[in-house]
């Protein structure tokens, strides 16, 4: 059974830096692409970031590009955001998705929310 | 970026009646590879998304019959055939032809 568990959200001061984490099982995860995906409070979907199995070729939304790095451990079997000069606007649950290599994603994790917030 | 709009935002449904979503976006979906990269996604109350449609039409494992998806180029729709209490949430269409990929406003279905 496919599995995402994102760790690693908080409350965080404008300006601060926070390091999210998602582990994967029941898939070999090296063989995947895979995305972060956020979702302000009562709002719509953000496609965030996204990684290549390797971790050779990374996509960023504009909004993100030069404060947030996606990186992944294919060793760990885990996927990672480092998000630093966090803005308010960037309040959202952060989810952790599989991407299926078709241009979309399949499974996702529980999300974790980051709260930007002084 | 490419703008998704679906309509209608809020969609009140009798139980067992059918139901229409449509997304149009600001760009055509068809990618180099000539594939339409267009997927439907549900989000219950207090889950996740899960993708119900992809690349149109394709219906993903355990999702049942009664959802349909179709269209091309710039205009698509996702259909149910008889609503049932279970598809009360949100839906999002959601492009995948040119990054950043980007997802509709959603479509709140609610129960009559």
């Known amino acids: 059974e496919v599995q995402l568990v994102e760790s690693g959200g908080g409350l965080v001061r404008p300006g601060g830096s926070l390091r999210l984490s998602c582990a994967a099982s029941?898939?070999?995860?090296?063989?995947?692409?895979m995305s972060w995906v956020r979702q302000a409070p009562g709002k719509g979907l953000e496609w965030v970031a996204n990684?290549?199995?390797?971790?050779?070729?990374?996509y960023y939304v504009d909004s993100v590009r030069g404060r947030f790095t996606v990186s992944r451990d294919n060793g760990e079997n885990s996927l990672y955001l480092q998000l630093n000069s966090l803005r308010v606007e960037d309040t959202a649950v952060y989810y952790c998705a599989r991407d299926t290599g078709q241009r979309s994603v399949d499974y996702w994790g529980q999300g974790t929310l980051v709260t930007v917030s002084s | 970026d490419v703008v998704m709009t679906q309509s209608p935002l809020s969609l009140p449904v009798t139980l067992g009646q059918p139901a229409s979503i449509s997304c149009r976006s600001s760009q055509s979906l068809v990618y180099s590879d000539g594939n339409t990269y267009l997927d439907w996604f549900q989000q219950r109350p207090g889950q996740s998304p899960r993708r119900l449609i992809y690349?149109?039409?394709n219906r993903d494992s355990g999702v049942p019959d009664r959802f349909s998806g179709s269209g091309s180029g710039t205009d698509f729709t996702l259909k149910i055939s008889r609503v049932e209490a279970e598809d009360v949430g949100v839906y999002y269409c959601m492009h995948g032809t040119h990054w950043p990929f980007t997802f509709g406003q959603g479509t709140k279905l609610e129960i009559k």
């Open positions: 029941g898939f070999t995860f090296s063989g995947y692409w």
């Open positions: 990684i290549k199995q390797d971790g050779s070729d990374k």
């Open positions: 690349k149109v039409s």
